[in-house]
């Protein structure tokens, strides 16, 4: 009787204390040999409901008594389980009348008293309507799959083979743990310990806020092109279903220039009534006279006609039907519209019914997928390593040549893929860590998702430079000469891995299956990022959760028909190039600043023991973390931005040199994207300094709802609190006390100063004294 002693109590006590108007009000309620107590039966209860709707308490105050109370599941009684405690109480002798109301209305069943608070995921959803992780994996392989994407086997090859090989591996290890690592830490932390989306997670500072809005943007125009390479994808599958694949030879898509039997490429010309012509060409003697039939010199033959693959004719001439340049728009491909159309719909279906149902899909799927794509890319590579001439391609790979380090384009292209390919600064992984629970560990996972990251790019890259080494050594021409390099280069030279082994029909059909399934892990967690920025801002909208997907959805297909048309290659490498450069090294700079010095590295650090406790590793390994937010991270950002705008890197798809308009389109979506942030940190001048009349102090301090979005974890973070603070508010801190006594002691100077000249003015108006006239006198 935890629940109604305290109540009868309080009634008793309210009652008592006017005892003419409710006599022996009290005396019904008694307890039987079990101690249970025993009610008024119904009609006694009747009998007094005119008494009691007049009692008023020794205040005065009327008093109003529920007679027909209603047991409310989803309100909390301070603790006590009230489905348990009103079952031990009769009303009445027989209880005749009770039994019958209750009877028609529905009893929640028993629960345990240990039960209230085992689902942090239900009690999340049910008080602050975010859900979260069902099981127990579903972050760390939703993480990997948002992570290993397009990025480690479509952008990384391509990048690799632009920026000279082996090369480039430097500076993206050298950045992965100085840049990637720390970033993709912090981030994880962040969402996990707010359990808020990229906007709310950032209340610890108001003015950086607009983080959020920018890291939406960017994913926003992000998704738009990832999805149009996941219809390329979901079109060659639709095409290897054949008995013969379509670009195996070359056909009447074909450029003069397709080459598909490499054994006749060149010849030797020493046989009978051959000659060798100086030109490189090799004739025979008939009775016309001489009869070209055919090369003897490689080099002569490619300066004649530079061979191309059918694979790469097949994707630039049949599937993209590419035009010359980014401006020449004219046809609409209609089959690449309509499987973005089939792309778009299959994301829809798996996240229409929110994190849970998602998570479960990657849940069951998730072995398969997590093992599938090494298989496939383990047998083209052994198919690969096993071709003549692949170490002209591994030597490639591997041998960096170190002048290229002094090419800033080198750096700028590496700290990009790290961005892109970790997927820091896009918000993310603030998304996918904000549904985890709170007590989780993070730097296993890190640590994890990232180095399998980076080792798959660089096991992809194993295997592409295998294949380009083979086609150079037919066609002798250098690895860097074999095929155009661009966005395109992994529907180039993988379609052309899979003709190589036998069955290729098949092989096909399986390596454009997982090239799906990787590009749908990354677009599933780039959508709910920008659904969770807009329900985050808008709560009324969580409700309708599902219509905010597919408005997202239609939007971002809309957008993606510019990509389906002959042009859309050029506008996919466009915005390539200017979504993720410098919008994510401005975000990546203001996150450290944010952590590091404005709300301070000390105070997160005590928010991370709260969270995960003082012998986690993470809390061990705090300081190297630290070192990198507070130096080193920030350095490498601003020297990126630094030198990477002395010496803009020019645009270019193959051959092909982008117009002038292009760069001032891209300079201006560059500055959409950063615009959130510019917005957000204007608006919360106007409304935290100008309507609610708050100091300066107000936009870099945490607001009222800043930290864990539970209350008993809340309560945790004000035990571990510290008052530390980050350097830049320490020193506005000490400029504005140092200007506000500065100020006061002028204001107390001018005080001292007036005080006298009135004393001296009234000395000087007010006539002698007759004691001072005697004394002068």
């Known amino acids: 009787m935890l629940v109604l002693d305290p109540l009868k109590r309080a009634l008793v006590g309210e009652i008592s204390s006017d005892n003419n108007q409710i006599p022996n009000t009290t005396t019904r309620i008694s307890q039987d040999s079990r101690g249970v107590i025993q009610l008024p039966s119904g009609d006694e209860i009747s009998s007094t409901t005119a008494n009691i709707d007049h009692i008023k308490n020794r205040y005065g105050q009327q008093i109003y008594i529920n007679t027909y109370p209603q047991y409310d599941p989803n309100v909390s009684y301070h603790g006590y389980d009230l489905s348990r405690d009103i079952s031990e109480y009769q009303f009445g002798a027989n209880n005749g009348h009770n039994q019958q109301n209750t009877t028609n209305r529905p009893v929640p069943a028993p629960r345990k008293t240990h039960s209230n608070y085992s689902s942090e995921s239900e009690l999340?959803?049910?008080?602050?309507g975010?859900?979260?992780w069902s099981g127990r994996f579903d972050f760390f392989f939703s993480s990997l799959g948002y992570a290993v994407g397009f990025g480690a086997v479509w952008r990384f090859p391509y990048l690799c083979y632009r920026n000279g090989g082996g090369v480039f591996l430097i500076p993206y290890i050298t950045l992965l743990f100085l840049l990637g690592i720390p970033l993709f830490y912090l981030e994880v932390n962040l969402g996990q310990f707010t359990s808020q989306g990229p906007v709310q997670c950032w209340r610890m500072a108001p003015i950086f806020k607009g983080l959020g809005i920018s890291m939406s943007l960017m994913s926003f125009f992000l998704t738009v092109y990832y999805a149009m390479l996941l219809a390329y994808s979901i079109l060659y599958l639709i095409l290897s279903f054949r008995s013969k694949l379509e670009w195996t030879t070359c056909g009447s898509w074909a450029s003069a220039n397709c080459t598909d039997d490499f054994s006749t490429f060149v010849m030797r010309c020493n046989y009978e009534n051959t000659y060798k012509d100086p030109n490189g060409r090799c004739y025979t003697w008939t009775d016309q006279g001489l009869t070209q039939i055919g090369w003897w010199d490689v080099q002569s033959r490619i300066q004649y006609r530079k061979p191309v693959l059918p694979t790469d004719d097949y994707f630039n001439n049949y599937i993209l039907n590419k035009s010359p340049g980014m401006g020449f728009i004219s046809t609409m491909e209609w089959p690449l519209v309509l499987c973005l159309l089939a792309a778009w719909v299959l994301v829809f279906i798996c996240l229409c019914r929110g994190i849970k149902t998602s998570g479960k899909l990657r849940l069951y799927v998730v072995y398969f997928t997590a093992v599938f794509p090494y298989v496939i890319l383990l047998i083209l590579g052994i198919r690969g390593w096993t071709l003549p001439g692949m170490s002209r391609g591994i030597y490639f790979y591997m041998k960096p040549d170190l002048s290229r380090l002094a090419d800033q384009r080198v750096w700028?292209?590496?700290?990009?893929?790290?961005?892109f390919v970790l997927s820091v600064a896009y918000g993310g992984l603030i998304t996918l860590s904000s549904y985890n629970k709170f007590t989780r560990s993070t730097l296993g996972n890190a640590l994890v998702i990232s180095i399998t990251n980076v080792l798959t790019s660089i096991f992809a890259g194993f295997v592409i430079f295998a294949y380009l080494g083979y086609l150079s050594y037919m066609t002798g021409q250098e690895v860097q000469d074999v095929v155009s390099e661009g966005p395109g280069l992994a529907f180039i030279v993988y379609p052309y891995a899979v003709t190589t082994l036998p069955g290729a029909p098949f092989w096909s059909i399986l390596f454009f299956f997982m090239l799906i399934l990787l590009g749908l892990d990354s677009v599933f967690a780039s959508v709910e990022t920008i659904v969770v920025v807009i329900t985050d801002q808008i709560h009324g909208l969580r409700r309708y959760n599902t219509l905010v997907i597919?408005?997202?959805?239609?939007?971002?297909?809309?957008?993606?028909?510019?990509?389906?048309?002959d042009a859309g290659i050029y506008?996919?490498?466009?915005?390539?190039?200017?979504?993720g450069s410098y919008p994510a090294f401005v975000i990546g700079l203001l996150e450290c600043i944010c952590i590091a010095y404005i709300y301070g590295s000390n105070r997160f650090r005590a928010d991370l023991i709260a969270m995960l406790?003082?012998?986690?590793?993470?809390?061990?390994?705090?300081?190297?973390?630290?070192i990198c937010w507070l130096f080193i991270t920030p350095m490498l950002i601003i020297a990126l931005i630094i030198f990477t705008s002395i010496n803009y890197p020019s645009l270019k798809l193959g051959r092909y040199n982008f117009p002038s308009w292009s760069y001032k389109l891209g300079w201006g979506l560059t500055g959409l994207i950063l615009s959130g942030i510019v917005f957000y940190a204007i608006y919360a001048i106007i409304y935290l300094l100008l309507v609610k009349r708050n100091s300066w102090r107000a936009l870099i301090s945490p607001e009222q709802k800043w930290g864990p979005l539970l209350e008993q974890n809340r309560k945790k973070v004000s035990y571990y609190y510290g008052r530390q603070q980050g350097a830049l508010v320490s020193l506005f801190d000490r400029l504005t006390k140092r200007t506000s006594s500065r100020d006061t002691l002028a204001r107390s100077k001018s005080i001292d100063t007036s005080i006298n000249e009135k004393e001296e003015s009234i000395s000087t108006t007010r006539p002698p004294s007759r004691i001072g006239s005697e004394s002068a006198v």
């Open 124 to 128: 999340v959803k049910s008080k602050n």
């Open 130 to 132: 975010r859900e979260q």
């Open 412 to 419: 700028n292209d590496a700290a990009n893929q790290i961005f």
């Open 550 to 565: 597919l408005v997202v959805c239609i939007a971002m297909f809309a957008l993606g028909l510019l990509l389906c048309t």
């Open 571 to 579: 506008w996919i490498t466009f915005l390539d190039q200017f979504t």
């Open 613 to 626: 406790g003082s012998k986690d590793y993470g809390v061990r390994l705090y300081r190297i973390f630290q």
